[in-house]
T-cell receptor, first 118, second 113 residues
Framework: ETGVTQTPRHLVMGMTNKKSLKCEQH?????MYWYKQSAKKPLELMFV???????ENNSVPSRFSPECPNSSHLFLHLHTLQPEDSALYLC?????????????????FGEGSRLTVL | QKEVEQNSGPLSVPEGAIASLNCTYS??????FFWYRQYSGKSPELIMS????GDKEDGRFTAQLNKASQYVSLLIRDSQPSDSATYLC?????????????FGGGTRVLVKP
């Protein structure tokens, strides 16, 4: 497999369910991201992991819980979600600059997981 | 105030014409600027990056940056129907680690044959 793969591609869950989204990158990158894309809203950054450490948590509700066991895998654990959490969840990876290296700004996105909360 | 603002469109251009997209940002400390293209039902992909004031050309695309005015633009010359997509402006402040992009809401472009 190449690039960034996300599973599942579609998920329907009730408000009391617990589910997880999975992301895997095969690009050798050292940073991974979760973004949320809702209709008529900009892409919203949820979490950033660089070198497997969480360096950014954009005030995301605790019902979203990320996990990054290694530089190639990223999970988003979901529990007691609300209907307004229905959106496309995009995972991305990049090679983080680190120090004086200029970050290219190129994020490689997966195809996304379309989440519907009933 | 939104951090990165774009006109949502749609911007309708005839085939062969120039499409002009604009983006403004609020953080004066932003250092790097990017344009991503997102086709309907697909994920965003990087098409241009610009770091210094002035113009940068890549094929039919030209990015323009004016840091004093906090303004970035993208020109698409000889627009083709295949250019129909949503174009996302993104900005960042380069850090040692944990770099992230802040995206605008995107401008939808429709190129009509």
């Amino acid at each position: 497999e190449t690039g960034v793969t996300q599973t599942p591609r579609h998920l329907v869950m009730g408000m009391t369910n617990k589910k997880s989204l999975k992301c895997e990158q095969h690009l050798g990158h050292n940073a991974m991201y979760w973004y949320k894309q809702s209709a008529k809203k900009p892409l919203e950054l949820m979490f950033v992991y660089s070198l497997e450490e969480r360096v950014e948590n954009n005030s995301v509700p605790s019902r979203f819980s990320p996990e990054c066991p290694n530089s190639s895998h990223l999970f988003l654990h979901l529990h007691t979600l609300q209907p307004e959490d229905s959106a496309l969840y995009l995972c991305a990876s990049s090679q983080d600059g680190g120090g004086r290296d200029k970050w290219t700004g190129e994020l490689f996105f997966g195809e996304g997981s379309r989440l519907t909360v009933l | 105030q939104k951090e990165v603002e774009q006109n949502s469109g749609p911007l309708s251009v005839p085939e062969g014409a120039i499409a002009s997209l604009n983006c403004t940002y609020s953080d004066r400390g932003s250092q790097s600027f990017f344009w991503y293209r997102q086709y309907s039902g697909k994920s965003p992909e990087l098409i241009m990056s610009i770091y210094s004031n002035g113009d940068k050309e890549d094929g039919r695309f030209t990015a323009q940056l004016n840091k004093a005015s906090q303004y970035v633009s993208l020109l698409i010359r000889d627009s083709q129907p295949s250019d129909s997509a949503t174009y996302l402006c993104a900005v960042t402040l380069i850090k040692a680690a944990g770099n992230k992009l802040t995206f605008g809401g995107g401008t939808r472009v429709l190129v009509k044959p």
